[in-house]
């Protein structure tokens, strides 16, 4: 049977943020309501932390320890090496890709998007985002989940790679090269599992810190349900005006090679 990994890629050197994975809400670090949140799966096999060889991560790195949960140490700048060192290591069959900047990475889309990639076995590449195109996106920032699997990133492995390729690994499954030789899907998830784009529920500022810490202030448990979060979001719509003039980057999708 095939391993299902799900790779976290955690540093703490964020440009907007310093340390942003450690801060805390609800008395947790954001990587462990993550952590929490995954280990509601009932489809992963295991969960890594991809992280750098950076000094400034080893606070991080106790954490992990701390809580004993696995972990790899790879390049600062080179993103695409170090989940692909890491799955290679920890004998990764297939690939859930999380972000440690979002505390609402959600158990049920993951693992609704894993019971597809299994189901369509040649396939190679599935995301919940349309590809990063704006206009088509209908999901919040937050929720965004990429799943692939081992063998096509050891295909993509092999090819030459800039800095936008390096620092983004999904990027890799958007090029030419890709899009010839893969077979990469977008899924439609059900309306149950939609928070419109309006809302972002990612963490890269601490206006973003300040939303997410009143969401959480309106609830019990740090592994609220999708639907129960959407209601909250709904009823108290002001909420997310603290963050709604943050823009979120996007690296620059079009002309990859």
Request: overall charge positive.
């Amino acid at each position: 049977m095939k391993q299902v990994t799900a790779i976290i890629e955690a540093r703490l050197n964020s440009k907007r943020l310093p340390n942003k994975v450690l801060k805390k809400i609800k008395n947790k670090e954001i990587i462990s309501i993550i952590l929490e949140r995954l280990k509601k799966s009932k489809m992963i096999d295991q969960i890594v932390v991809a992280t750098t060889n950076n000094k400034n991560d080893n606070k991080l790195i106790r954490l992990l320890n701390k809580k004993k949960i696995k972990f790899f140490r790879g390049s600062e700048n080179n993103i695409f090496d170090r989940v692909f060192k890491t799955a290679e290591k920890f004998k990764a069959d297939i690939i859930v890709r999380v972000t440690a900047d979002n505390p609402f990475t959600d158990p049920l889309i993951i693992d609704y998007m894993l019971k597809y990639f299994k189901k369509y076995k040649k396939l190679d590449f599935l995301t919940n985002n349309y590809f990063g195109n704006e206009t088509k996106r209908n999901l919040a920032y937050g929720l965004d989940i990429s799943i692939f699997s081992f063998n096509s990133l050891k295909l993509l492995s092999s090819q030459k790679k800039n800095k936008t390729l390096k620092e983004f690994p999904t990027l890799n499954y958007f090029t030419k090269f890709s899009k010839k030789n893969l077979i990469i899907k977008n899924i439609n998830l059900p309306k149950k599992m939609i928070i419109d784009k309006k809302y972002r529920l990612t963490v890269d500022t601490n206006e973003d810190l300040k939303f997410i810490r009143k969401i959480f202030n309106h609830i019990k448990s740090t592994r609220i349900k999708i639907n129960q979060l959407r209601k909250i979001l709904i009823k108290n719509f002001s909420f997310f005006r603290d963050n709604s003039n943050i823009r979120q980057f996007i690296p620059n999708y079009k002309n990859l090679k």
